[in-house]
T-cell receptor
Framework: GAVVSQHPSRVICKSGTSVKIECRSL??????MFWYRQFPKQSLMLMAT?????????EQGVEKDKFLINHASLTLSTLTVTSAHPEDSSFYIC???????????????FGEGSRLTVL | GENVEQHPSTLSVQEGDSAVIKCTYS??????FPWYKQELGKGPQLIID?????GEKKDQRIAVTLNKTAKHFSLHITETQPEDSAVYFC???????????FGTGTRLTIIP
């Protein structure tokens, strides 16, 4: 099946710094990628929809200036957590859909996640 | 918007027995229902999915059933094995909307 790669898998940073997480579709093109956040023992909460070549669409309650999303190509989306604070510590997961499977075919491929710890 | 509820939140099953996880959804326009398995520290992995034009789908030990009228769908795992232990999430997606709405998850533990 299709592969979505996230990097880094784990990152520890100091409060006030910014952290960038990359999401790449390795063997397919994705016009749309999704960023999720998952707290321990909880479900995945959609943060934003990343659209190639245009602005991301953020879910209600997600600060767009805090979580910067850039989708510069059909295979790469980045999430930057700006001025990170301990409450931003979480597991961030991206997903992508194969461009050839666009429309209503459904299947999303998920990355392995990135665990952010802010000290 | 769509609301997906999932039960039970935890489930312990003796190895070899069957496990059933149930989900309900609210949006009658939803037409795609995937199930994901998530192991500790990893991203979700699709294990089976079903579309609204089908009532049941089976893949070896895993099956999913869909009742559109009642707006609920279920995951069935037969002959459970220790490696089936994980957190399972159901999800629903409406046609024309690319977003998936996830259930709250079920932590399945297979007792050897």
């Amino acid at each position: 099946g299709a592969v979505v790669s996230q990097h880094p898998s784990r990152v520890i940073c100091k409060s006030g710094t910014s952290v960038k997480i990359e999401c790449r579709s390795l063997d397919f093109q994705a016009t749309t990628m999704f960023w999720y956040r998952q707290f321990p023992k909880q479900s995945l909460m959609l943060m934003a929809t990343s659209n190639e070549g245009s602005k991301a669409t953020y879910e209600q309650g997600v600060e767009k200036d805090k979580f910067l999303i850039n989708h510069a190509s059909l295979t790469l989306s980045t999430l930057t957590v700006t001025s990170a604070h301990p409450e931003d510590s979480s597991f961030y997961i991206c997903s992508a859909r194969d461009l050839l499977g666009a429309g209503d075919t459904g299947e999303l491929f998920f990355g392995e996640g990135s665990r952010l710890t802010v000290l | 918007g769509e609301n997906v509820e999932q039960h039970p939140s935890t489930l312990s099953v003796q190895e070899g027995d069957s496990a059933v996880i149930k989900c309900t959804y609210s949006d009658s326009a939803s037409n795609y229902f995937p199930w994901y398995k998530q192991e500790l520290g990893k991203g979700p992995q699709l294990i089976i999915d079903i579309r609204s034009n089908v009532g049941e789908k089976k893949d070896q030990r895993i099956a999913v059933t869909l009742n559109k009228t009642a707006k609920h769908f279920s995951l069935h795992i037969t002959e459970t094995q220790p490696e089936d232990s994980a957190v399972y999430f159901c999800a629903a997606k409406s046609g024309g909307n690319e977003k998936l709405t996830f259930g709250t998850g079920t932590r399945l533990t297979i007792i050897p």
